[in-house]
T-cell receptor
Framework: DGGITQSPKYLFRKEGQNVTLSCEQN?????MYWYRQDPGQGLRLIYY???????QKGDIAEGYSVSREKKESFPLTVTSAQKNPTAFYLC?????????????FGAGSRLTVL | DAKTTQPPSMDCAEGRAANLPCNHS???????VYWYRQIHSQGPQYIIH???NNETNEMASLIITEDRKSSTLILPHATLRDTAVYYC???????????FGKGTRLHILP
């Protein structure tokens, strides 16, 4: 089945450690996105990528880094510089053809900093 | 900032139609209106989208005003499983900086 796979589903990290969240899609989508969600809040855009080897900062990129070496993969690293990393992280992808393009989301990764 | 405005929460009785409004007064001619919903602790799920005309699918109907400055998502017979946060967004087909607002939390009352 086509879709987006995020891993791990739950992750615990000590303060000062970097952690990488995986996002893989087999939808042949060009665009991929990372969002952060805090309890009771909406989705905030961290980074997005339109094509391989290119990505742009969203509204809250500080303390995060990404790479896009393959079309199907868009990993997110939460660095020790991110002051409040405990959150629910969502990855999504979308086509970029003519007409409407629907966002498809993964199931999310919940990061807790101890 | 999000290009849409939605009420933070709404209630609807089970079995009745749920009508969720969205204001997008600055929408441009090539921007589509999309609706997604997020059930607790899951990834958002696509519901429906439209450009100018009203749309209907197996999940919902979308009514877009003639001036396109607002829209309404209609769930015709709400069930408890429709309890979720509903997000309305606008974007072009090439718009890659996709911004979500806080959405509307819909409570279905038994």
């Amino acid at each position: 089945d086509g879709g987006i796979t995020q891993s791990p589903k739950y992750l615990f990290r000590k303060e000062g450690q970097n952690v990488t969240l995986s996002c893989e899609q087999n939808l042949n989508h060009d665009a991929m996105y990372w969002y952060r969600q805090d309890p009771g809040q909406g989705l905030r855009l961290i980074y997005y990528s339109q094509i391989v080897n290119d990505f742009q900062k969203g509204d809250i990129a500080e303390g995060y880094s990404v790479s896009r070496e393959k079309k199907e993969s868009f990993p997110l690293t939460v660095t020790s510089a991110q002051k409040n990393p405990t959150a629910f992280y969502l990855c999504a992808s979308s086509g970029r053809g003519s007409g409407a393009n629907v966002l498809t989301f993964g199931a999310g990764s919940r990061l807790t900093v101890l | 900032d999000a290009k849409t405005t939605q009420p933070p929460s709404m209630d609807c009785a089970e079995g009745r139609a749920a009508n969720l409004p969205c204001n997008h007064s600055t929408i441009s001619g090539n921007e589509y209106v999309y609706w997604y919903r997020q059930i607790h602790s899951q990834g958002p799920q696509y519901i429906i989208h439209g450009l100018k005309n009203n749309e209907t699918n197996e999940m919902a109907s979308l009514i877009i005003t003639e001036d396109r400055k607002s829209s309404t998502l209609i769930l015709p017979h709400a069930t408890l499983r429709d309890t979720a946060v509903y997000y309305c967004i606008v974007r072009t087909h090439r718009d890659d900086k996709i911004i979500f607002g806080k959405g509307t939390r819909l409570h279905i009352l038994p």
